[in-house]
């Protein structure tokens, strides 16, 4: 059995979460972003741990990628009705889920508990874990000044052009001691394809995560989320361009730097093995882009050959 600690985002970290919770000799630990988080109608909503949970459980809407399938969307109609700005979509299934993590919340559980016990319930066999029970956001400063991440991402649609990023209460947030854990015991390191400045730095920069991957010997593999220049899904090609970053795998191996031992990228980018081995890590092609369960499974496969 392999201890597989994966660090992922939303619906491309989810991707290839379900791809090695599907592979029997797999013990699988995700730590999820949680500086998406924000609060909604008075509820405490958490987008990336969310569709990890609703991806794990094979309750999430294959069409979109996130939210819940066979989802009405009646009490978000009553909000708009009564004048509540209604740009941030959910559903009536997913407000059931942010009442009871609010309520939660108010009763004194920590987030760790609250998501455990979600995906418990909902029959998730992975470990999905916080990286902190601290509240972190990320803030996106644009034109017009600075947004929440879902004002930037739901509301305008990722269209302004990002000047800059700063994750609110990272310096003072604490690791959870699950993923601390998660860590050291891993046999195996998994960045997921998810966006390396808004998914995963949020992640990487909450202090002693960092550290505990830095002083871990299991091998640490970080899995491109652009493909021959393109993002599957989302803005990081945008917002890395913006930030004067080379929007490409190369880019994403530049980024990541010394943390990761090797970079799996899609055959797509071939040409690009040689500038990723000479930045002093390796490099491996595969098939990347996940549309289907055997493509997860198949690129997990291929990811934990890797360190065989």
């Not at 879902?150 to 800059?164: A, I, N, S, T």
């Not at 930045?279 to 055997?294: R, S, Y």
Request: proline fraction near 4%; charge should be negative; glycine fraction near 8%.
């Amino acid at each position: 059995m392999t201890r597989v600690t994966l660090l992922a985002g939303g619906v491309g970290g989810a991707k290839m979460a379900e791809g090695f919770d599907a592979l029997d000799d797999v013990e699988l630990s995700v730590i999820g972003n949680i500086a998406d988080d924000a609060a909604f109608h008075g509820l405490w909503v958490s987008p990336d741990i969310d569709t990890l949970t609703y991806s794990l459980a094979g309750r999430i809407d294959r069409a979109q990628g996130w939210g819940v399938a066979d989802e009405a969307h009646r009490a978000l109609d009553v909000l708009d009705e009564l004048g509540n700005d209604t740009w941030m979509t959910l559903g009536d299934r997913d407000f059931g889920l942010h009442i009871y993590r609010t309520n939660a919340l108010r009763q004194g559980q920590s987030r760790s508990e609250i998501a455990a016990h979600v995906a418990q319930v909902f029959g998730v066999k992975s470990q999905i874990i916080l990286p902190t029970d601290d509240v972190v956001q990320t803030r996106v400063r644009v034109a017009d000044g600075w947004l929440s991440f879902q004002e930037y991402f739901v509301r305008e649609q990722c269209k302004p052009e990002v000047l800059e990023l700063d994750f609110d209460g990272i310096q003072s947030a604490r690791p959870t001691k699950a993923a601390l854990t998660a860590i050291s015991t891993a046999d195996l390191i998994v960045v997921a394809p998810s966006n390396p400045l808004v998914s995963i730095d949020p992640i990487l920069n909450i202090p002693g995560i960092r550290a505990a991957l830095t002083a871990t010997s299991a091998p640490k593999i970080a899995v491109s989320p652009l493909i021959d220049g393109k993002v599957v899904k989302g803005p990081a090609d945008r917002m890395m361009t913006a930030l004067g970053l080379r929007a490409d795998a190369l880019g994403v191996a530049r980024h990541y730097g010394d943390l990761i031992d090797t970079m799996v990228i899609d055959n797509a980018d071939a040409a690009l093995v040689d500038p990723i081995l000479a930045l002093g890590m390796g490099a491996v092609c595969q098939h990347t882009l996940m549309k289907t369960i055997d493509d997860k499974t198949a690129l997990a496969s291929a990811i934990l050959a890797e360190c065989q």
